[in-house]
């Protein structure tokens, strides 16, 4: 019997094959040697490729560590002070989530069900918001968005648009929008005012106040004016700005222009550690709310909501019908697909948590 000495694998090519081959045909025979570690395989001697996609596979479970050891060079999320933005979920909603990563939101006639989900978040918004009610409603007006950046640029394009629609009625010049904010807005207000061709007219901060004055913000309403921002919750200190005060000032010099409520980081917290305070629908000027989700609403980035008291308030020629994705649909959204995975998600902590969960985490 002869006995063989094993080859190692690296070297177990026929001679007649190799003859002709130059070092980048022979290395595509050789198997990769992975079976020690990631980190023993020809991929940890190159660059992980950044610019342009690689000629060939490798192995899933190399993918996976070169990107995880990439992502090791961020920061650890639950460690940033500096963030509004959720850090941490339950693994029950992580596993919704990821269940639901492949569902594509916006197909309503294939995934009813998260359709019906989303109006049951927005229906459970509006009412934690004071809209007003009546026994025959069943939804309330809005739409979830990808952030509160997406849902402001949504409410700046309704106030714009109704206030178009009423001064064509009149006869009047529909040119020169403008809209009344704090100077410490955050720069999405910007984006929408610059996007939408909207005048801006600040409220500037002084020494002493970092809110807006009521009193100055109504007298620099005139009549090209779509609406007023107000904010519940500042970017820079968190301060409620005095909403009640812009609305009563309105109503007292007769006034027709609507309060737009900026609730992205306050719209969470508010109803739950300070019910008492008036700054939602239960004021008659507020027309419409945003609020982030993934920030006191306690779900990963991102999704945002945007609520209007009344459906006058949301010009129909803003709403469109599509029909080719397999059934008449409304949509009013910036973007259209979508995930589903963080309006699930908001649902999941809604009915988990409920008023009293949200209340004890708040406080």
């Known amino acids: 019997m002869v006995h063989l000495a094993r080859v190692p694998t690296d070297k177990m090519v026929e001679a007649p094959l190799v003859q002709g081959m130059n070092n980048l045909d022979i290395q595509d025979l050789e198997p990769d040697t992975v079976t020690a570690s990631v980190y ?8 992980i490729p950044r610019h342009e996609m690689p000629e060939r596979e490798m192995p899933k479970e190399i993918a996976y560590r070169l990107i995880k050891d990439d992502l090791s060079l961020d920061g ?26 492949a569902t594509n939101f916006i197909d309503y006639e294939e995934y009813p069900v998260s359709a019906d989900i989303q109006s049951r978040c927005v ?4 009412r934690l918001f004071n809209i ?44 020169k929008p403008n809209i009344v904010m704090n100077s410490a807005v955050q720069v999405c207000w910007e984006k929408a005012a610059r996007y939408f061709e ?45 909403i009640k005060g812009i609305n009563d000032l309105l109503v007292e010099r007769n006034i027709d222009c609507p309060i737009h409520v900026d609730a992205a ?9 300070k019910p008492e305070l008036e700054w939602d629908f239960r004021l008659p000027k507020v027309v419409s709310i945003n609020v982030s989700g993934h920030k006191y609403g306690l779900v990963y980035p991102g999704v945002g909501w945007v609520v209007w008291r009344d459906p006058e308030f949301l010009p129909k020629e803003l709403i469109f019908n599509i029909n080719y994705l397999g059934a008449d649909q409304a949509s009013f959204t910036l973007n ?17 948590l409920g008023k009293h969960g949200y209340r004890s985490i708040m406080k």
């Open 265 to 273: 980081s306050g719209g969470f917290v508010a109803p739950f550690v």
């Open 336 to 352: 259209f697909s979508r995930g589903a995975s963080q309006i699930i998600a908001q649902y999941y902590q809604m009915i988990r």
């Open 198 to 242: 909207v005048e801006e007219k600040y409220v500037y901060c002084t020494k002493d106040r970092y809110v807006i004055d009521p009193k100055e913000a109504v007298d620099l309403v005139d009549e090209n004016t779509i609406g007023i921002c107000a904010i519940l919750g500042t970017t820079y200190t968190g301060e409620y700005e005095d």
């Open 40 to 47: 023993g395989s020809r991929f940890a001697a190159q660059d």
């Open 76 to 101: 650890n999320p639950t460690l940033n002070l500096a963030s509004f933005v959720t850090t941490y979920m339950e693994k029950e909603a992580e596993k919704l989530m990821a269940e639901s990563a």
């Open 123 to 126: 229906s459970m918004i509006a």
């Open 132 to 175: 007003p009610s009546h026994e025959e409603d069943t939804n309330a007006m809005g739409t979830s968005t990808i952030g509160s950046s997406e849902a402001i640029m949504l409410g700046v394009l309704a106030m714009k648009k109704r206030w178009q629609n009423k001064r064509k009625a009149e006869g009047k010049p529909f040119d």
